[in-house]
């Protein structure tokens, strides 16, 4: 189905395409309000290209289909790393998807339709959200439309230009594969098409049949390589990872309620539920509103009763097969893994304001049309701008305290050091799932000249030579401050100046190590600590470890401890070189033939990003078993590294000396 253009089309196409441009260029730098840990891991591998990389498949975060990053990278190289310039590929890839979206739309049904279509795709929570965000889910939409619509435009073509746009459906189709496993059902959809054409159009099956078979053997040339390498590669846990197959393994084992379910709630994602997971919508917000879904259900009725006619069949496979990965994933339904169904979403509910403009053309349904669209933007932008980025649990995900923070810093002239308290799980390198802080302040912080170090500020502190700044993340105010022992035991009392950053993101304190009182104390903490090395000699503070680190001394809480009690050990150490990644405090609680008895392995800091001179404080809690007999233990700790397990050795007089360090016994009673 084709018509001429007209002006009033044009206008009304371009209103649309610019609507949908303002929504996605707007508060980049807000909403979402940082950077998710997914987006990190695809900038990073971005970033890998620009610098060389060249590779099908990305291992990493679970694994990666390569295609997007390729895409994206010359961005990265024109535009620079800021968070608003990291956002600009997605946004062309959606805009691309918007107007391929519109012309198959309008080549099978129409320019009532494909507006329809169009102006759906540009305004809704869903495609705005994937069309801004950092996955590379948001290539398959561009890729798969033009595949679809390479495949109609041949059908109406002739001579040599029909193979030519098969075998560009074959190709778009093939690169599809190449953005996300969710895309692998593209090939699916046509041959099930195929079957459809060949069961209604017999007279034309040789035809036909060199279509489909053009079209497929392109899209398997395609994704060859790709084939090829995930044969011989172990996905490391992907499908399993937070159970994402959940629901085959469970069909698998005769339990099919899962899979019932999930078909459920990805039918009625559209009205009823929405994707649970906060980085991607808010939680549980349907997809459409209550008259986008009527239009959607009425559009798929219509599109089911004229079967026959191959354009609505082709829809029809095409929303229920792109909804088939979040069907069998969990949890469901899932914003990326349906995105593929946009495509024929829009397209439905474009084919139903068609049939009813056709039906009832009259100035209110105009007029209630337009108000639906308005009163859907105005949903939209409220919920993606305000609601969305608001939300505590989308604060958490996308390391909002930490985007303030660098947000601060970078508009501040102020060049001194900074220390940045963040969570465990941003300061442990060797954890699965998150990403640690100082990979995603590369990216959010564009400073070279400041001096940056990270650890946990609950049992560990950094504290920087002279006059620096102490970051606390998520600190709304000054009272949540006071709730930080780690600032109340070294900060509070040396009377540090205090910002609070806007939205109540953080805290910045100002302070100087020698106003603390840890400068008075730590030379009596070193004068009194018993240090005995593994010779038997006894030692004094400070002892060399490697040249790297001195250790200084430590206090005990106590020296005489109950079999199921705990006591606190505090070690304090300063930096003389650049510390190794990764470095860690080992401290063994050892009986009398040297076995440990109990142990803790913990240093919650960024040990590269420590610069010398700089002094930190390691507060171990340790529990006692309760079945330890009762008796003398000795002490021991030392430093090593996480990658290879090393040892720091103690260096004294140009020796070595062993690699760890007895500190005085403790007594375990009964």
């Not at 459809?196 to 007279?203: A, F, K, V």
């Not at 497929?216 to 499908?239: E, H, N, R």
């Not at 040249?547 to 505090?570: C, H, M, Q, W």
Request: neutral net charge; proline residues 6%.
């Amino acid at each position: 189905m084709t018509h001429k253009i007209s002006r009033r089309e044009w206008i009304a196409v371009l209103a649309v395409v610019l609507l949908a441009f303002a929504l996605r260029v707007n508060d980049l730098a807000g909403a979402p309000p940082g950077l998710h840990i997914d987006e990190l891991a695809n900038v990073e591998m971005t970033e890998s290209v620009t610098h060389g990389r060249i590779a099908i498949f990305f291992p990493e975060n679970i694994g990666n289909e390569a295609l997007y990053f390729y895409v994206a990278a010359p961005f990265m190289d024109l535009i620079g790393k800021s968070i608003v310039a990291l956002r600009l590929p997605p946004i062309f890839m959606s805009m691309v998807g918007l107007c391929v979206i519109w012309a198959l739309t309008r080549r099978l049904f129409g320019p009532v339709a494909a507006l329809t279509a169009a102006a759906g795709f540009a305004a809704t929570f869903w495609t705005l959200l994937t069309g801004r965000i950092l996955v590379r889910t948001v290539l398959e939409v561009p890729l798969a439309a033009l595949a679809a619509y390479c495949f109609w435009r041949a059908r109406a073509a002739s001579g040599r230009r029909t193979w030519v746009l098969f075998g560009l459906s074959g190709l778009f189709a093939g690169l599809a594969i190449e953005t996300y496993i969710a895309s692998r059902v593209i090939p699916v959809i046509f041959v099930v098409f195929g079957g459809y054409i060949l069961l209604t159009r017999r007279s034309e099956w040789r035809y036909w049949l060199k279509a489909f078979g053009l079209v497929l053997i392109v899209t398997a040339l395609v994704a060859l390589p790709l084939v090829i390498y995930l044969s011989q590669y172990s996905d490391g846990g992907k499908l399993s990872f937070f159970n994402i197959n959940l629901p085959l393994a469970e069909l698998s084992k005769g339990n099919p309620q899962p899979l019932f379910e999930n078909i459920v709630h990805v039918l009625g994602m559209f009205a009823f539920v929405g994707d649970p997971l906060p980085y991607y919508d808010i939680p549980n917000r349907p997809f459409l509103e209550p008259f986008g879904a009527a239009l959607l259900l009425i559009g798929l009725i219509i599109a089911v009763w004229r079967w026959r006619k191959p354009e609505y069949t082709f829809l029809v496979l095409w929303f229920f097969l792109t909804l088939a990965p979040t069907m069998l994933s969990f949890p469901a339904p899932n914003s990326i893994r349906a995105n593929g169904a946009q495509i024929a979403v829009f397209a439905l509910i474009g084919i139903a304001v068609a049939e009813i403009v056709r039906r009832w053309r009259s100035k209110f349904v105009y007029a209630g049309l337009a108000v639906l669209l308005i009163g859907n933007v105005a949903w939209t932008a409220h919920d993606y701008f305000v609601v969305w980025p608001s939300l505590d649990v989308v604060r958490f995900w996308h390391q909002a305290g930490l985007t303030g923070v660098a947000d601060r810093l970078q508009s501040d002239p102020d060049t001194s050091p900074v220390a940045v308290c963040a969570p465990d799980q941003l300061i442990a390198e060797g954890d699965r799932w998150w990403e640690p802080a100082w990979r995603l302040m590369r990216f959010l912080l564009n400073r070279p000249d400041l001096a940056l170090r990270y650890y946990n500020c609950v049992d560990t502190m950094v504290l920087i030579d002279g006059a620096a700044r102490y970051a606390f993340p998520d600190a709304a105010d000054a009272n949540t401050l006071q709730k930080f022992p780690i600032y109340q035991q070294y900060l509070a009392s040396s009377d540090p100046d205090q910002l609070q950053l806007s939205d109540r993101l953080g805290m910045i304190v100002r302070a100087d190590r020698s106003a603390m009182p840890l400068a008075r104390q730590l030379d009596q903490i070193t004068a009194s600590s018993t240090i005995t090395l593994d010779n038997g000699l006894s030692a004094h503070a400070p002892i060399d470890l490697d040249g790297k680190v001195e250790f200084l001394g430590y206090t005990l809480s106590a020296e005489s401890i109950k079999r199921g009690n705990a006591f606190d050990l505090a070690t304090y150490w300063r930096v003389k070189a650049t510390l190794p990644a990764r470095l860690t405090q080992f401290t063994h609680v050892l009986n009398s033939k040297g076995e440990i008895a109990t142990q803790l392995d913990r240093l919650m800091l960024t040990s590269a990003s420590l610069l010398p001179s700089d002094v930190f404080v390691e507060m171990q809690h340790i529990t006692v078993p309760g079945n330890l007999k009762a008796g003398e233990y000795s002490l021991s700790i030392g430093l090593y590294t996480q990658t290879d397990n090393t040892r720091l050795p103690i260096i004294q007089d140009g020796q070595p000396r062993g690699d760890r360090l007895f500190l005085k016994p403790i007594e375990i009673t009964k």
